[in-house]
């Protein structure tokens, strides 16, 4: 039996004490009480079920407090609980949370027994979407299939595997998320705002996969439009139905203000991480002996004692002298699936250039990989749309070249199949590195490096290339301190990504062309997505002398989808910036569903007076500026301080 002491506390909430906490206690009796109903030993957030039934209060033994109030409240109560009747939400309401209410209405209008919450609504729509994205991984398995006898080119092929990789991927997210809901009574707010990121991942994932197949310029995109399509709009979908369930349940709104947002971690010393950097930097080569190269896991385990918890590190160099000569053979030795609490697999790059194609895949969690420095531990490659290699596989920090599953087109290519993307092992960690692509700006768009991995940070790393240097494609992620070069959309992509006190740099371009810093692709307003640029400076690269003769006009940013979000907040621009400050990317689509804010810049750039009038442009006030800092856009607060590397939780105080 629970005994319970039920009283009124003076916030008006109504709140329990359990009286014997190592007793279970079931929620369902409670549930029609209110939505701010609290058990504060059992639960830190309001419970949102209306659905359940109400269970009989006559197994309860009730103690009054020392005033009348609890059995006021208790007699009002009974009274309540004998005429409770909770109707069951309108699927036409749920549907308007979602980007395609009709199609919404017409899913949810096959369940046999309608759900009494819109948190079932949201349950059944990932069902409906794990059946239509193994269907779309059959199809574009049976194209591929078919293509080793026909004569597909080498951007066809490429941008069929980047589709069956991408449709193999999203079953396995939204198998976690299935996961995830079952088990919703283990839910918190971090937890949500993972489920989120991961239905927004996946939603990018098929629009991903369709452009693409539109880039290839093949017979196959007009094949496969329809199924991509439905696949597509029910993403968005349940996208929609489960952020508004999840949003309606448990998420609150994360405020806080001041130079750190109060967050612990802004601030830190960062005496752990460069404890680390300064050990990894005093060993010598172990030159294969096994005595020394085995050392090293303690050694390092030690020196990460005091803040990093480190699993095991190996070296790499170009010499020979070490563990591996080879990024992508240290990454292969990692261990799979690890967890945070694991620790990280260190990888020590010495300084070098390293001309390879890496890949990070999914299995290969929470791996630090840390150079010598900017231009001195250099991943170098030259992949570029112009030379046959779609956009989303250009990058250098992308493909593994020894993989053996492949298909032979024209007897002339041969293609690799498991695509992994560039980054996609959550929890990865990369400092001090040069990312670079060298296929230099005739060749167009050419990615340096690809990232979709959840909760990942690059410390002290440059970026280096033309047209889409900085490919964000999903998840969560963290800049600080990195340089980024580019010319045209040279930061790009659909993630929720912060970047801190980076240099954004911007190169000539080829005549005729107009530099933009960012373009950001957001195609779902229910998407928890976007670029926040905060405390940053923008301006041209060092080598590129500007002059009267100058006839490049540079923009922060350009709507790459319909739903584009990008924000500068607290940074320099500079005077290379056009006055009106934004781009149209086609004629006025978007500019009423876009967002782009600026918010407390400084500089010669950042006059606002002339910018444009589009109703998606905002001079951001404080409380929308909040809601781009890392404590509240990312959460970063909860997973950067395991990588010891400084951040600011909230915004600046001037």
Known sequence: MIFLKIYIH???????????????????????????????????????????????????????????????????????????????????????????PKLCRSI????????????????????QCIKQAIKMSTVIGDYLDRGRDS??????????????????????????????????????????ERVESTLSAIVTNGQTCVDGLVESRSSLGKALSAPLLSAGELYSVSLGLVSNAMSRRWKKRREKGGGNGGVPGGGRSREALNTLIKGLHKMEPCNNHSTKCSGRKRLLTDLGSSGIL?????????????????????????????????????????????????????FKTNIMLIGDGINRTIITGNHNVVDGWTTYNSSTFNKNEDLKATISVRKRYVYDLRRYDAVCGDGFVAIDVTFRNTAGPEKHQAVALRNSADLSTFYRCSFEGYQDTLYVHSLRQFYRECDIYGTVDFIFGNAAAVFQQCNLYARKPLPNQKNAFTAQGRTDPNQNTGISIHNCTIKAAPDWVMDSNTTTTNYLGRPWKQYSRTVYMQSYIGDLISPVGWLEWNGTVGLETLYYGEYENYGPGANTSLRVNWPGFSLMNLTQAMNFTVYNFTMGDTWLPYTDIPFSGGLLIK
């Open 151 to 192: 004569r597909l080119n080498r951007r066809e092929a490429g941008a069929l595997s980047d589709c069956r990789e991408l449709s193999d991927l999203n079953v396995e997210f939204l198998r976690s998320i299935e996961s995830v809901l079952e088990a919703a009574e283990g839910v918190d707010e971090e937890l949500v």
């Open 108 to 127: 949810l209008s096959s369940i046999r027994f309608s759900p009494s919450d819109p948190y079932g609504y949201g349950k059944f729509s990932v069902k």
């Open 310 to 362: 480190i699993n095991n590190t190996v070296v790499v160099s170009s010499t020979g002298a070490d563990n591996f000569t080879s990024i992508g053979d240290a990454i292969a030795f990692a261990p799979n699936n690890s967890m945070p609490q694991d620790g990280y697999f260190v990888i020590y790059v010495r300084e070098g250039y390293y001309e390879e194609y890496v890949v990070v895949p999914k």
């Open 10 to 100: 003076m916030d008006g909430l109504l709140k329990f004490n359990e009286i014997r906490p190592q007793t279970f206690l079931s929620t369902s009796a409670f549930r029609l009480i209110s939505p701010n109903f609290r058990f504060p030993h059992l639960f830190s957030r309001p419970l949102y079920k209306p659905s359940l039934l109400l269970h009989s209060l006559s197994h309860f033994r009730v103690y009054k407090t020392m005033n009348s109030l609890p059995f006021i409240f208790l007699l009002l109560l009974s009274l309540n609980f004998a005429g409770a009747s909770v109707s069951p939400p309108s699927s036409t309401a749920l549907c308007k949370s979602t980007l395609y």
